[in-house]
């Protein structure tokens, strides 16, 4: 016969605290509820744990043995659940995409520091689907990714869809213009496998406007080198132009038919529970809630 642990859990408080209506409030369940799951231990082994009929809160023979065990028994789970703790405190694997591992996770990892500098932080970057494959291979705890189709046990949270920019050394561009005003215009694209890539190549079709993908590249950097030089022009969210803007490297172009990236945070559900998991997400939050 196998334990059920819910009974068994049941009676451990009720006998820890010797009572039920103390034991109730603990584990926030009503007392007949409470009552119903001792009685499903007695039932099953066919043995008497408390001494009903009494004035006064009593064990039988049996429910000391039993009580005994029991303490035992979640003394240990306590042990685990703080060993988990600690071996979460040890280390935390983030994977990012270059750009983002480049502008938004160094404030993330900040925050996160703040609140816990003892912990170690390592990050990786890739594209979106390689962090999300890394994610659910377990490699990385969490990962910061643009849009990607997620399977069902993979937690996808959105946080920040920052608006995307394009920016041009050309001066003939007016400061606000629609997608179809770049049609034939030379545009440099991220990579082959890039999912801002993708996006961009996917609003041009829908509004059926030609697009003129004269380089791809896998460096933003490097785009944004070509830029300044005058070889094309390129979308960016403005946490990665502003400081070029404002020295004049090349002008930021507003689109009117409002491009936007989807920033998300991916990370398994079973590792949902984990505190350096939870302590990550928060510091997201409260890093990514200005991005433009």
């Known amino acids: 016969m196998s334990m059920n642990f819910s009974f068994l859990k049941a009676f451990y408080h009720v006998a820890e605290c010797k009572s039920f209506t103390l034991a109730s409030k603990r584990l926030n369940l009503s007392q007949p509820t409470l009552s119903l799951q001792v009685q ?56 990012s995409t270059p750009t983002l591992a480049h502008y938004i996770m160094p404030n993330i990892i900040r925050v996160l520091k703040q609140g816990n500098p003892q912990l170690k932080i390592q990050l990786f970057t890739g594209l979106s689907e390689e962090v999300l494959q890394k994610v659910i291979n377990y490699e990385y705890h969490v990962g910061l ?7 069902g046990n993979v937690i996808k949270k959105r946080v920040a869809e920052p ?6 050394k050309d001066t003939a561009l007016t400061e606000r213009i629609h997608l179809r005003d770049l049609a034939h215009y030379p545009v440099i694209l991220p990579k082959e496998g890039s999912k801002t890539r993708t996006y961009i190549i996917r609003a041009f079709k829908r509004l059926n406007v030609p697009l003129n993908n004269c380089i791809d590249c896998e460096n933003a950097q490097a785009i944004k080198d070509m830029v300044s030089l005058g070889i094309g022009g390129a979308f960016f969210p403005l946490y990665a132009i502003e400081t070029d803007v404002q020295t004049q490297r090349y002008r ?3 689109i009117l038919d409002e491009l936007h ?12 529970s984990l505190g350096i998991v939870k302590e990550f997400l928060a510091a997201a939050r409260e890093s990514t809630v200005s991005l433009q």
């Open 145 to 151: 990714i643009g849009w990607a189709d997620c399977p």
């Open 40 to 95: 499903g231990l007695e039932k099953s082994y066919g043995l008497p744990l408390i001494k009903r009929h009494q004035k006064r809160f009593e064990l039988t023979t049996e429910g000391n043995l039993v009580f005994s065990y029991a303490r035992s028994i979640f003394s240990l789970v306590a042990d685990l659940e703080k060993a988990i703790e600690d071996l979460g405190a040890r280390g935390l694997k983030i994977g």
């Open 163 to 168: 608006r995307l920019y394009f920016i041009t």
């Open 252 to 254: 930021k172009i507003e």
């Open 261 to 272: 990236l989807a920033l998300s945070l991916v990370y398994l559900n079973e590792r949902r």
